[in-house]
């Protein structure tokens, strides 16, 4: 019952949602993702892990294709998630954990940051809900 409603909740939300505020959505899945996969990794949980993990590409991948690339700022983004997604793929491999630290930093880096920039947008057209 608590899940059914959990995903109600969740889909009225992206139903709701603006662009910005997916996008939000979609940078705190990652961020979300990648610590149930470091969770799962000190457990030695692999084949969850992977799934985890695999959740995470899945996000990079909307999230590269969803880029206007007209737009520089969208060909530098283009290139880190291209990174990271490789760099998450190296850790599947080789399993150095420092490297999926180097992803979650970079997830709650961008997660942060749009996070501030849709408040300030926010506060700038008088809204204050996000």
């Known amino acids: 019952m608590q899940n ?13 949602a603006s662009p910005g505020e997916l996008t939000l959505m979609l940078y705190q899945g990652m961020v979300k993702s990648l610590l149930v996969a470091k969770s799962q990794f000190a457990n030695k949980q692999y084949e969850a892990m992977n799934e985890s993990l695999h959740k995470v590409r899945s996000i990079i991948s909307e999230l590269m294709i969803t880029l206007d690339m007209n737009y520089p700022i969208a060909k530098d983004l283009y290139r880190l998630y291209v990174f990271y997604s490789g760099h998450i793929a190296n850790f599947m491999i080789k399993r150095e954990e420092p490297m999926l630290d180097e992803v979650l930093e970079f997830a709650r880096g961008l997660a942060d940051t749009w996070k501030k920039a849709l ?3 926010n506060i700038k057209s008088g809204e204050v809900n996000v």
Not at 4 to 16: D, M, N, P, R
Request: aromatic residues 6%; without cysteine.
């Open 119 to 121: 408040q300030s947008l």
């Open 4 to 16: 059914a409603i959990q995903h109600q909740y969740l889909k009225v939300q992206v139903e709701t």
